[in-house]
């Protein structure tokens, strides 16, 4: 089943303490993302990769930090956590860019103290 | 850089009656543009996306959308609510230039039985 994985799907710590969201997809799609979710404000995409090695921000990338070391894997990472990233995050794929229709994870919901 | 707007936070609309929910999108060149849904504690999925082919998009679960130019629109319709189409709906669009996606802020789709 073609699918997008992320883990965990919820994840409770302290401001911070150093975390990695994983996401791996099994469709051997070149393009991948991060979004953020908040309320009012909709998805914001705070990171891209066009394909291995190969990363770029997107509208919010202050606090983030990414990896493209595998086609299938793209690690977010949040090396100083702080409460205003207490967002829900989703990751997501498609076959060469952001002008396909994107295959979503489920989510991966964070809530930093 | 550029941008959605979807006009509506929250609509509310009687079961059996036409759904329009409204996008407008700026962009210099033509775009790439999407409709997703969120169902509640899921991902989104594509409901459709218009690629210059036609400007009346057929989406799947009975939506449409109509590619509008000279109104910079892109508003998704149904002709007849379903108590299942209760979600969010989210307009994007991704241009020429580079990958990056940009969402609306949503709208939340309540039917009344």
């Known amino acids: 089943e073609a699918q997008v994985t992320q883990n965990p799907r919820y994840l409770i710590t302290v401001t911070g303490k150093k975390l990695t969201v994983t996401c791996s997809q099994n469709?051997?799609?070149?393009?991948m993302s991060w979004y953020r979710q908040d309320p009012g404000l909709g998805l914001r995409q705070i990171y891209y990769?066009?394909?291995?090695?190969?990363?770029d921000k997107g509208d919010v990338p202050e606090g983030y930090k990414v990896s493209r070391k595998e086609k299938r894997n793209f690690p977010l990472i949040l090396e100083s956590p702080s409460p205003n990233q207490t967002s829900l995050y989703f990751c997501?794929?498609?076959?060469?860019?952001?002008?396909?229709?994107?295959?979503f994870g489920d989510g991966t919901r964070l809530s930093i103290l | 850089a550029q941008s959605v707007t979807q006009l509506g936070s929250h609509v509310s609309v009687s079961e059996g009656a036409l759904v329009l929910l409204r996008c407008n999108y700026s962009?210099?060149?033509?775009?790439?543009l999407f409709w997703y849904v969120q169902y509640p504690n899921q991902g989104l999925q594509l409901l459709l996306k218009?690629?210059?082919?036609?400007?009346l998009v057929k989406g799947i679960n009975g939506f449409e959308a109509e590619f509008k130019k000279s109104e910079t629109s892109f508003h998704l319709t149904k002709p007849s609510a379903h108590m299942s189409d209760a979600a969010e709906y989210f307009c994007?669009?991704?241009?020429?230039?580079?990958?990056?996606?940009?969402f609306g802020t949503g709208t939340r789709l309540t039917i009344i039985p």
């Open positions: 997501a794929s498609s076959p060469t860019g952001a002008k396909q229709p994107q295959h």
């Open positions: 469709m051997n799609h070149e393009y």
């Open positions: 990769s066009m394909n291995v090695e190969v990363t």
């Open positions: 962009s210099s060149v033509p775009p790439y």
């Open positions: 218009y690629t210059s082919a036609a400007t």
């Open positions: 994007a669009v991704a241009s020429f230039g580079n990958e990056k996606l940009t």
